[in-house]
């Protein structure tokens, strides 16, 4: 018999509620903790969840798929300790396949792999969705959408970096709005349901023109959390451009 790892971690009546109303969602704000100060974390997760963030996106990074170290199952499971949001876990490292199930069990909702990362992406894909998790496929900025579309039905969420991997503050890559408009035809053609999240210097200036080319999750560190205003600004400033 197959365990169920994320209803196990995500039992309470309140997640299964974040589960209905993401049904009805049109655009996900997904404020990446790797901007969070992290000697504070449970607060500025805390602050991101009444600001109202719609998924919290965690940047696991392993010194070799990229050159930065980030964090692991460890802060996942911390991450799920103190908040209800779904746990939106980007993972930037090689051979992902050997830890999913360590990801799952520490309570991530979704789990999303590198096409440059999985030669058998298919498999990797059903061996999220067999864990209980939503399967995402993330692609580089260099990396042609033709090496995805074998499998993009296959997927419930297209991540499309609009950043080179690594690190959080960078500027946006423009050449990202026309991969998201193709990403959507190709979507709308096979009739899939899946989010398109674009991640990496997403703010108030472009977020507007990456929702209009087809983006339906927005992933921000620096916009959020490094907000002069704070938080709660951050959040609301984005949300106004994509409402
Ligand atoms: C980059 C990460 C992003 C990053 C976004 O490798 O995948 O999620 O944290 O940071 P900003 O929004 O500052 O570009
Ligand atoms: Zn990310």
């Known amino acids: 018999m197959r365990f169920d790892y994320a209803a196990e971690a995500c039992s309470s009546a309140q997640r299964e509620a974040f589960t209905i109303i993401e049904m009805f969602q049109k655009y996900i704000i997904a404020p990446s903790i790797l ?6 974390l449970g607060e500025e997760i805390a602050a991101c969840e009444s600001a109202g963030a719609d998924w919290l996106h965690i940047d696991v990074m392993d010194g070799h798929f990229v050159p930065n170290i980030t964090m ?3 802060i996942v499971e911390a991450c799920r300790r103190v908040t209800d ?11 992902p396949e ?8 520490a309570g991530a909702s979704r789990l999303n792999v590198h096409v440059e990362t999985c030669p058998h992406l298919h498999d990797t894909l059903e061996q999220i969705k067999s864990l209980g998790c939503k399967a995402g496929i993330a692609l580089n900025p260099d990396t ?3 090496n995805i579309q074998a499998v993009m039905s296959d997927a419930d969420l297209i991540l499309v970096m609009s950043v080179y991997p690594g690190f959080s503050g960078q500027e946006f890559i423009p050449a990202t709005i ?3 408009a193709d990403i959507r035809k190709k979507l709308d ?3 899939s349901p899946a989010w398109i999240e674009v991640d990496g210097g997403v703010n108030v200036e472009n977020v507007g023109k990456v929702k209009d080319a087809g983006a339906t999750a927005f992933v921000a560190a620096t ?11 951050g959040i609301k400033t984005l949300r106004a451009k994509i409402s």
């Not at 901007?35 to 504070?40: E, I, L, N, P």
């Not at 916009?223 to 600004?233: M, N, S, Y």
């Open 144 to 146: 042609p959408v033709g």
């Open 35 to 40: 901007s969070a100060d992290f000697t504070r």
């Open 85 to 95: 949001l779904p746990l939106d876990v980007h993972l930037m490292i090689e051979k």
């Open 189 to 191: 053609a096979l009739g």
């Open 98 to 105: 050997r830890h999913l199930e360590a990801f799952a069990r």
């Open 72 to 74: 692991g199952p460890f």
């Open 223 to 233: 916009a959020v959390f490094k907000h002069p205003g704070g938080i709660e600004a």
């Open 178 to 180: 026309a991969k998201v």
